[in-house]
């Protein structure tokens, strides 16, 4: 059996974000040490769905950008978790770093993902190996910004 990777979109997904790149967040989890079987669903929403989420499973109010939530894939059905990403926050954060949308979002779903494989940010040393690895795979995939490589998807 193989990783799947779902994406699901409740939102417009810009263009070049399909298809999404599943085999490099495929082989990124891999690397990551998650078991290659079963499943991590990949969810694009707005603001909204983002701060209803936050407000319930973390109490905070408003949106974020993207809420990981791991699941036992023992208890889940094969599960291993599911990533939700804000495209309203990631439009807002591309035009701050002056990036492709597409680049942000892939970023975010990455974060996501490395949460999903047991990385954190808690201690400054485990954020620097966190967004290390984080923009490896964004550079993987959208090299300096560029359009999808063909390779990485």
């Given at each position: 059996?193989t990783?799947?990777i779902r994406?699901h979109?409740?939102?417009?997904?810009?263009?070049?974000?399909i298809?999404?790149?599943?085999?490099?967040?495929?082989?990124?989890l891999?690397?990551e040490?998650?078991a290659?079987?079963g499943?991590?669903?990949?969810?694009?929403?707005?603001?909204?769905?983002?701060?209803?989420?936050?407000?319930?499973f973390r109490?905070?109010?408003g949106p974020?950008?993207?809420l990981a939530f791991?699941y036992?894939?023992a208890d889940?059905?094969?599960v291993?978790g599911d990533?939700y990403?804000?495209?309203d926050?990631?439009?807002?954060q591309a035009?701050?770093?002056?990036?492709p949308l597409?680049?942000?979002i892939?970023?975010?779903?990455v974060?996501?993902?490395?949460?999903l494989?047991?990385?954190d940010?808690g201690t400054?040393e485990?954020?620097?190996?966190m967004?290390?690895?984080?923009?490896?795979?964004?550079?993987?995939?959208?090299?300096s910004?560029?359009p999808?490589?063909?390779?990485?998807?």
């Amino acid at each position: 059996m193989t990783l799947r990777i779902r994406f699901h979109p409740s939102v417009d997904p810009p263009p070049e974000l399909i298809p999404f790149p599943a085999s490099a967040l495929r082989e990124m989890l891999r690397a990551e040490g998650l078991a290659d079987e079963g499943e991590v669903n990949c969810v694009l929403t707005s603001d909204a769905e983002l701060a209803e989420l936050n407000r319930r499973f973390r109490g905070r109010t408003g949106p974020t950008d993207v809420l990981a939530f791991p699941y036992d894939p023992a208890d889940s059905g094969g599960v291993h978790g599911d990533v939700y990403v804000s495209i309203d926050r990631a439009r807002e954060q591309a035009a701050d770093r002056r990036e492709p949308l597409e680049r942000e979002i892939w970023r975010l779903f990455v974060h996501g993902a490395l949460h999903l494989a047991g990385r954190d940010h808690g201690t400054d040393e485990a954020e620097r190996a966190m967004l290390a690895a984080q923009e490896q795979a964004v550079e993987r995939v959208f090299p300096s910004g560029e359009p999808p490589a063909a390779a990485g998807r």
